[in-house]
């Protein structure tokens, strides 16, 4: 499977980056996306250079096609991407079940843009949202949201997902850490 599999073009938009407290959930929110079968990752306001390369230098090792984009304005972002026929997935407590609406979501052929905020995040993005989408009611990590949605989203077929163009890969091991070199 590639990602985005059979639900289309999948890409999660960062929201609030503060660069100098958010790099390690904020880069721990891209390599979700990635790892849980996003197309590419997106930055809003600042460009921090730390997070892209990061992400980057795994891309380069683990493999997959996966974009990164940084420093572009959160709101036209979400109107050009609505333009473009896209919906947009707007992770948040205040939301409707995940369980309830991810199957729907992942019947529909549009292409999903997934917002992921950090601090508060403006009316703007509830509104904007085809889906306001809870996954959970209680406080808890930006990053375990976007897992627990993605999952739901494709099913668990993230699993299959062909890394292809990188040159390490782990091996299933009861024990121990087993990681092979490709080619």
């Excluded at 808890?140 to 897992?147: I, K, N, R």
Aim: charged letters at 30%; a positive charge; glycine letters at 12%.
């Amino acid at each position: 499977m590639k990602p985005g599999g059979p639900y289309g073009d999948v890409y999660v938009l960062r929201l609030g980056h503060r660069p100098e407290r958010d790099k390690r959930v904020t880069t721990h929110v891209a390599l979700v996306a990635r790892a849980f079968g996003a197309n590419g990752f997106v930055l809003e306001g600042v460009c921090d250079e730390g997070v892209v390369e990061s992400v980057r230098r795994v891309v380069a090792r683990w493999g997959g096609p996966f974009t990164v984009e940084c420093g572009v304005s959160g709101r036209r972002y979400v109107r050009m991407w609505r333009e473009g026929g896209g919906e947009v997935v707007h992770l948040t407590m205040y939301g409707v079940n995940v369980d309830d609406v991810a199957p729907v979501i992942a019947a529909s052929p549009r292409r999903k843009l997934v917002v992921v905020g950090a601090e508060k995040v403006e009316r703007f993005y509830y509104e904007e949202a085809d889906w306001n989408v809870s996954v959970g009611t209680q406080p808890h990590s930006e990053v375990a949201a976007l897992a627990l949605f993605l999952d739901r989203l494709f099913r668990g077929e993230w699993r299959f997902i062909d890394y292809s163009g990188g040159f390490l890969r782990v091996m299933e091991s009861q024990r121990g850490k087993r990681v092979e070199r490709k080619g």
